[in-house]
Structure formats: structure tokens, C-alpha cells
């Protein structure tokens, strides 16, 4: 069956030198595409809106609830997801008061 494909194609020859890609020791690495604006590169949502100490407790917040969503439950429902949501933003606020931490009034 080779011996007939061949008679119909040609023997299949070894590339030239020339059309071989370099290994990729050799190729300079590639630049990364510039970040899209506004993002800083370290943060994955940022809370710019929110006044300072309140951007300090959400924070603390979203990291206990990835805490929670890690450790104990990683697919909540929707309802229970919002109310765990809920609950950490309400410790990571007490922590902070309790912390002496002062937060800005809302507007």
C-alpha cells in the first residue's frame, strides 16, 4: 500500500536546512502583550470607587470568602453563596472596628 501511494506522490524528503524553525533556545522570547488599560497587573478586581479603609475591608473580605470557597464549600448555590459573601464582609468589618480601624460614612 506505501509502494502505491508513493507511485502517485512523491518519496517524502527531509526539509531543507533553511525552512527549519530554530529551536527555541535560539528565538528571542516573545514580548508579552501590554496589559489593557486601567489595569495595574497585581489585582484582579479593584474597589477604586470605594473610600480607602473600605477598600481595606472588602479586601480582608474577599479573602476569607476564597478562604471559605477553598476550604469548605467550592461550589455554593447562589443563595448560599451571597449570604456566606454577607457574612464575611460583616467579620472583616467588625475585625476592623474592633481593630480601631475607623471606616468613611457612606454618601
Not at 470605594?50 to 470557597?69: G, M, N
Not at 477553598?70 to 464575611?88: I, L, S
Request: proline fraction near 15%; hydrophobic fraction near 30%; aromatic fraction near 6%.
Amino acid at each position: 500500500m506505501l509502494q502505491a501511494h508513493y507511485a502517485r506522490n512523491r518519496v517524502p524528503k527531509a526539509p531543507h536546512p533553511s525552512h527549519i524553525r530554530r529551536t527555541p533556545s535560539t528565538n528571542p522570547p516573545p514580548h508579552p502583550p501590554p496589559p489593557p488599560p486601567g489595569n495595574t497587573g497585581n489585582v484582579t478586581c479593584t474597589f477604586s470607587s470605594y473610600p480607602d479603609k473600605w477598600q481595606e475591608v472588602i479586601s480582608h473580605a474577599k479573602l476569607t470568602f476564597r478562604a471559605y470557597i477553598a476550604g469548605q464549600d467550592g461550589f455554593p448555590d447562589a443563595v448560599k453563596g451571597v449570604e456566606e459573601a454577607r457574612e464575611c464582609l460583616e467579620d472583616a468589618l467588625a475585625v476592623h472596628l474592633e481593630e480601631g480601624g475607623i471606616v468613611e460614612p457612606s454618601k
